[in-house]
């Protein structure tokens, strides 16, 4: 059984930063009496029973998605949700042509992918739980939410949703058992999507948020952060079988559990832990389900507009600072907290580009070698180690235990497979591990564990050396010996 516990129960100690340059700032506000906008902060956090009782805001008539528009599929949960055909995405600025081009390269986007339905992950259970609906309520001006009392305005979110329906109650036992689990390594993210109703990341993010007390100490507006995780969710693609809000939620419990680690669990800055957790919500935000090799191909306007690196990366980075400014989440902070929030939040966003592995390794390795000690108190250093654990994160599949390990496999490769497939129809040059009718699924996945999972977590290991680190590794190698035993044996082995 490759079924490993986390570090503990524990939640990390939010570092006061004494002793960090980085962050002197935040002395203040652990040991300041509470002000009456910190009162209030509290008032409202302890004004929401629980996570598992917070249903999700649905965005308000003034957000800037384009998807809004089909106001009969915003009020269905996704997976009850009829197929609609995406416009595309967040509109950044009201006036920026980007956000016509985002439009166009999500209606180009589905001609040239044939709209082949994409199973929904999130397959409902055959019970009561199908049949929740969160029908319409919505707020009808802009700033709405913010013009309510918070007990009412928590009540109004109540009002007609899943809460309201049969089930309700079992499913926020369900949820709340579940997220009991989520500080351990096989935490179970499919049986998540399901009991959420297909909702995830609204659950997982306000979980962990309130575990790392963010809210409380960022002071920030409990409405609005249900609001931004509520937009982030939704801004998601449904359809992608792997890029999805269920992936997004699944990195940011990994990279809850690997910030466990008692190395770097003790360094961390508050500032460093809102950023990073900002960073892997919302680090594949907006991912229209093909890589960059296909934008650049396609000459999408997402290539136009971002150049030819890092596309994907940036346009998750400019989409979560467009939603952070239509929430206004971290719009109480000074200018410059803010800012260094948003910049470590884009740096780390930008480290998950998968083309710049070998150089995050190569100095990743440098270090280890170099020096056995690395120190973690050291602000530079802990931001590279910090961009190392949710790469770390973002590829933690092969880490889990073998289910979960295999589901998430035969995802990530069907979505690969689609954008083959509409290669294949457009006469483009297929692209790397995109082929369905050459690429084998056991060898695949066996050379990506291999040469890229496993390294990276050996590297980790060595780091944190911790039981949790050296039982990742070992999973990685059971994983692969699983999908070593499935490949097919070429006939001059089988002559053997
Ligand atoms: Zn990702």
Known sequence: MNVVTGTGAGVLTIATGTTSAH?????????????????EGLKRCAQV???????????????????????????SPYLSRPRMKRRGAVSYDKNDAAAEYIRYLGDTLNQQRHVQTCTPLA????????????????HSRRGSIQNHTSQQCYKDLLKGSILQRVGAEEQARLIQELLRKADHWDFDIFAFRRVTGGRPLFHMGLHLLQQHHLISYWNLDIMKVMKFLALVESAYHPDNCYHNCTHAADVAQALHCLL?????NSNITPLELLAIMIAALCHDL?????????????????????????????????????????????????DQEREEIISLMEELILSTDFTRHKTFMATFEGMLVSDHSIDLSEPSVRKFVLKIAIKAADVSNPTRPLEISRTWSEHIMEEFFRQGDCERTMNLPISYMCDRYTI???????????????????AWSKLCGSKLSISLCKNVVNNKTWWDQRIPKSDSEEDC
Request: net charge positive.
């Open 286 to 334: 907006d991912h229209p389900g093909v890589n960059q090799s296909f934008l650049l191909s396609t000459s999408s306007y997402l290539a136009s507009i971002h150049g030819q690196t890092s596309i994907l990366e940036q346009h998750h980075c400019r989409a979560t600072k467009a939603i952070l400014r239509e929430v206004g989440l971290l719009d109480h902070l000074p």
């Open 123 to 138: 397959e409902l259970p055959a019970n009561k739980l199908v049949s929740l609906s969160v029908p319409s309520r919505r």
């Open 260 to 264: 466990m680690e008692p190395k770097l």
């Open 440 to 458: 084998s699924l056991p060898e695949s996945q066996s050379g990506f564990m291999e040469f890229c999972a496993l390294p990276l977590y050996k």
């Open 49 to 75: 029973p629980s996570v598992c009782r917070a249903t999700s805001p649905r965005p308000s008539s003034g957000l800037t998605f384009a998807r809004r528009r089909h106001s009969q599929s915003l009020d």
């Open 23 to 39: 962050h002197p700032p935040r002395l203040s506000r652990t040991t300041r009496e509470p002000s009456d906008v910190y009162r």
